[in-house]
Structure formats: structure tokens, C-alpha cells
């Protein structure tokens, strides 16, 4: 005969942040457990026989209470890194995500870690002025240095953000593109400005680049400067031939935090042009004041079906 274990929030509108749209969250965690999870009204019932896996319930919906009572939205991804650090025993990565947050000024709300990836991301960027993040598409590392980058300038921790990437088309020619320099870069820097349309509104985006506070930077152009008190994100890293790549890490001034963000299995350049990005990673890695972070197709984070999408190319590898 099942156990019937009962959870009861007095407040409705935590019950629908716990459970998530549609109650994606506990039709997940039903998935997880193997046993059926209900919510009816404002209590929420874990049905099963299992005392270890009762235990592991309480312990999940524990969490993901005192995360929705923190401001923070539990997302399905949140549900996976809380089961998996818990079966795992692994209580310093259920703390580092409920402890791990960027908050934006006039932001559209304080950004948590979808996972321990995540979270160690924005650990590593948070203590050391050059960190990589290296993964797959989907996985959330340039939206996270984005909204780091926007954070700091908006604190006035940071001058300024200076966005650059390699003009490198990925297997299509463009052709001539009308337009300033602005103009013109725009288009490949288009992922950058989105990820900051999703955290603060759009008029505060402008206001930056009227008051010079955001700059938009070939890669091309950036050799001969000295950036100083800025926070610089380079995307598409893996684009960059060694010498772009040694050239962009030379200019970081006093002052400056840079993020380098790439995934090393969608190279883009001439047959036979190594990646500057790998070769970073090779020569630079064993420095302590260089955090890297490596994201794989399990840390996808953008839908369930990029995450096999991913993993099903990986296994071709």
C-alpha cells in the first residue's frame, strides 16, 4: 500500500511558482521519482511506498519552496540539478544554486543558475577578470555573461560593456551589408543584444549606447586599444584564429573583466585554421587567475529537445 505524503502552502500563488506552467515541475519530478505527484488547491501529495524516495521528495519540494519564496522562478532545469545533486548526495550544489543570483538594476527580475553549471559559471566570473565558458549551444553562457556584464556596468562597477566577435559566417556568404560600422556588425552580434532584450527592457539598452555606456567592436578592431575599467565579451571565440586570439587577450587594461564564450565543435574557419579559442585553452588553462568553465549537452538548457539534439551530435564525435 503507497504512502501518501502531503505538502500544504498556505499562500496560492507559491504553489503555482513551485509547480510551474502547466505543472511542469511536478510532472517532472513524477517522471523522476516513478511515482505520482498531485496538486490539488494549495497542497501538493507525493503517492508511494518508497521511504527513501519520500524522503528525497520532501527534500526536493523543501528547496524549491524556500527558492520560489526567494523571488526566484523554479524552472523544470532546476528540478533536474536539485534531483541529480541530491540522489548524489551533493549538498554544496544544492546550496551553491540557492545561493548563486545576478541581480540587474531596472532588470525584469533577479537571474538564478538553471544548474550547478550555471552556478559555477557565475561563481567563476564573479572572481576572476578573464574567465572562458566553453559548451554547447543552448547552455546559457553568453545570456549569463551578458546579464553579469550588464549587472556591473549598471552598478557603475564597470565603465562600460564592449561586445566583439570574429566576422565569421557560418557556411553562407552575406555579401555586401549596407550601413555604418555599426550597421554592419550588427547582424553578428545579434545573440548578444538578445540576451539583453530578455533581462532589462528595451529603452534601457538604448540609453547605454546614446550615453556610450554599451560599444559594439569588430574583432578586427580592436588591435592597438587599451580597455581599461570595462567588462569586454567576446563571442564566438571559437572563430578566432590564435593570433585575434592572443591580440584580444592582450588588451584587457586595469580594471577590466573579460568573459570569452565559444563551443569548440562548431568551428567556422578555413580547412586546416586552428581555433584561437583551443589553442587559449591549451597554453593558458593551468593559470590560476583564468577560470574555465565547460558546458556539455546535459547543461542545455534552451529545450529538452536541443539537449538531444546536442547529445545525439556528441556521440557522432
Known sequence: MSRRIAVVLED??????VCGANDANL?????????????????????????S??????SIFSELEAIARSGQSPSVDLVRSLYDSFTDNRQLQVDLIKHTHIAIPGGFGIIYPKGVAQAEFIR???AHDLSFCIGPAGTGKTFLAVAHALSEVLTRKRRKLVLTRPVVEAG????FL?????????????????????????????RMEESRMIEVAPLAYMRGRSLRDCYVILDEAQNTTREQMKMFLTRMGEGTKAVVTGDITQVDLPTRTPSGLSHAL?????????????????????SALVRKIV??????T
Open 12 to 17: 496560492n500563488a507559491l504553489v503555482a511558482e
Open 27 to 51: 510532472k517532472l519530478l513524477e517522471d523522476l521519482l516513478g511515482h505520482p505527484v498531485l496538486s490539488r488547491g494549495n497542497e501538493v501529495s507525493f503517492h508511494c511506498d518508497d521511504e
Open 53 to 58: 524516495k519520500g524522503v528525497l521528495f520532501s
Open 124 to 126: 567563476g566570473i564573479e
Open 172 to 175: 553562407e556568404n552575406l555579401g
Open 178 to 206: 549596407p550601413g555604418d560600422l555599426s550597421q554592419k556588425i550588427s547582424p553578428y552580434l545579434r545573440p548578444l543584444y538578445d540576451a539583453m532584450d530578455a533581462v532589462v527592457p528595451r529603452e534601457v539598452v538604448q
Open 282 to 302: 591549451n597554453i593558458l588553462s593551468h593559470i590560476d587567475d583564468i577560470h574555465v568553465s565547460m558546458f556539455h549537452a546535459t547543461d542545455v538548457v534552451r
Open 311 to 316: 547529445a545525439a551530435y556528441e556521440a557522432q
